[in-house]
């Protein structure tokens, strides 16, 4: 098993406030965390950057190759609420980082298990013979949607599209999603920023990764998304 990621500033940012980790844990097992920064100056690489370093260090110092279900849900959540505390007492300590805060997508899969956590609107999706997006986007776009008050065509232009309702470091406490998921030993599983997906649809992400090595399908995606716009931070990440 392998992973792949690549970040990218875009077309119209001063600074990449993304971060990615990966890394190989065995034969059979890879992790990835993809981060996007939010705040004014660099306060907001500030957060993405320590989020991401807390929870690779936790997770890949952790986690032991005997370990169930329940110990690595566990394991993954309380790296994100760590984060969430650390990133939080950062932004209550300087009023340059006031709203510091980032968002969060962490992936593990062993074998044909796979497991994610999420924060925000960054997104976790799985391509086999078919595309899922396994995480919902914390935003108030979603819960318009879900609301009714919205379509789905109406998200993609929507004025508060970016306005998130869930991040690390925003709130004293955070519950992240979790899901763990049986995949086919073929699937890719591709970890993004909104940088990537706000320019990519579905079907053309099915498509480019089918039809591209996997050690080449993080820099393509993002090619992508620089030739249909680009203009935020850009980070795909994908486990295969």
Do not use: W
Request: hydrophobic share 40%.
């Amino acid at each position: 098993m392998n992973v792949y990621s690549d970040t990218n500033i875009g077309l119209s940012r001063e600074e990449n406030q993304d971060r990615v980790r990966t890394a190989v844990l065995g034969d059979n097992s890879a992790f990835a965390v993809v981060c996007d920064g939010m705040g004014g100056e660099n306060a907001g690489s500030e957060a993405s950057e320590r989020a991401v370093g807390i929870i690779y260090d936790r997770i890949t110092k952790v986690l032991r190759p005997d370990s169930d279900g329940n110990s690595i849900r566990n394991l993954m959540i309380s790296s994100i609420t760590t984060a969430n505390a650390v990133v939080y007492d950062l932004a209550l300590s300087s009023t340059d980082k006031k709203g510091m805060g980032t968002t969060c997508v962490v992936a593990l899969r062993i074998g044909n298990k796979l497991y994610i956590a999420s924060v925000g609107d960054s997104r976790a999706y799985i391509i086999n013979h078919e595309i899922i997006q396994v995480t919902k986007d914390h935003s108030i776009v979603m819960q318009m949607y879900e609301n009714g008050e919205i379509t789905k065509e109406d998200i993609k232009n929507h004025p508060h599209k970016n306005y998130i309702t869930k991040a690390i470091g925003v709130s004293a406490s955070l519950i992240p999603d979790f899901f763990e998921i049986d995949i086919p030993e073929a699937s890719a599983v591709i970890l993004c920023s909104d940088g990537f997906s706000n320019y990519c649809d579905e079907s053309v992400l099915f498509s480019l990764v089918k039809k591209t090595e996997p050690d080449l399908i993080a820099e393509k995606l993002i090619k992508y998304a620089l030739d249909n716009g680009g203009n935020d931070n850009i980070t795909v990440a994908v486990i295969i």
